[in-house]
């Protein structure tokens, strides 16, 4: 059993994977998703300082199961804004008051209100968690109209209720990522064995999502298909990119001979 996990950059509406690691789910003193989050932030700072950005100037989400003491410190020490989505297990204690999440969704749902830097009904307010210490908390109804309350955990470099808001807003496009991957690519169909061939089925896969991606774009140009699907991209991919001619004019001298790459790209 192994978990994947990705760092994932959103420009616009393209989604380019910086980092992806399989993870095993069966050998002992495994580290934490937190933990290898982390590392992962590190080694993309390293690289995008060797380009010379600033990683400051990006925003990092994710779901609950990154929301750990090495995330919030990692933000914290890069004065990097960082929004997570939230548990309602989560202890806070805002003022002198401490209580569940679940407890300060009800007390703020009253409260929620259209702000000068969101036009949605949010509420904004410090809290300190004694996993995650000092954050700041948005609470906001994820559909208008509905009773149902969330909320977002702020750390690091600290933003508005709007701006948290938009950053959050782009993670759809990394579920979106995911869903190709496990729907359209089905990423959890590979079958080689060992390391090495897990990891190069892992890389098909990506290297097929973005031929996809930048062959649905220009498709989409067209009057003809303006609303063309990920599951429609599949099909027509063929007729305009030879998927194994990529991999073969250009990692030619990377691919084991007795790799199944015809029986890899079959299954895409």
């Known amino acids: 059993m192994k978990n994947v996990i990705a760092l994932i950059v959103v420009i616009g509406e393209m989604v ?3 980092d992806v ?3 095993s789910k069966q ?3 495994l580290r934490t998703k937190p933990q290898i989050f982390a590392e992962m932030l590190d080694e993309a700072e390293r690289r995008f300082g060797e380009a010379g950005i600033d990683i400051r100037q990006f925003q990092i989400t994710g779901d609950a199961a990154y929301l750990e003491r090495e995330g919030t410190d990692w933000c914290a020490a890069h004065r990097v804004a960082g929004v997570f989505r939230e548990k309602g297990n989560y202890v806070f204690t805002i003022g002198w008051e401490r ?8 007390r703020f749902a009253s409260m929620l209100r259209p702000s000068w830097s969101c036009a949605d009904a949010v509420y904004r307010v410090a809290a300190h968690s ?14 208008e109209g509905k009773e149902r309350i969330e909320y977002l955990v702020m750390v690091g470099l600290l933003l508005q209720a709007g701006e948290a808001m938009r950053a959050y807003h782009l993670h759809h496009w990394i579920e979106e990522f995911w869903k190709m991957q496990k729907s359209v690519l089905q990423v959890a169909t590979n079958s080689l064995r060992g390391w090495a061939e897990t990891l190069a089925c892992m890389g ?6 973005l031929l996809l991606t930048l ?6 140009k067209l009057r003809r298909f303006p609303q063309l699907t990920s599951h429609e991209s599949v099909h027509l991919c063929p007729k305009f990119v030879d998927l194994r001619a990529f991999p073969r004019e250009h990692f030619h001298d990377r691919i084991p001979a007795n790799y199944g790459l015809d029986q890899a790209l079959d299954r895409l």
Do not use: D, M, S
């Open 204 to 209: 098909i896969k990506i290297l097929a999502y």
């Open 27 to 29: 050998h002992q003193n």
């Open 130 to 143: 004694p996993t995650f210490c000092e954050v700041v908390l948005v609470f906001y109804r994820p559909q």
């Open 21 to 23: 690691r399989i993870v």
């Open 215 to 220: 062959v649905r774009r220009g498709l989409k």
């Open 99 to 106: 209580a569940r999440a679940t407890a300060w969704k009800c």
């Open 16 to 18: 380019l994977p910086l």
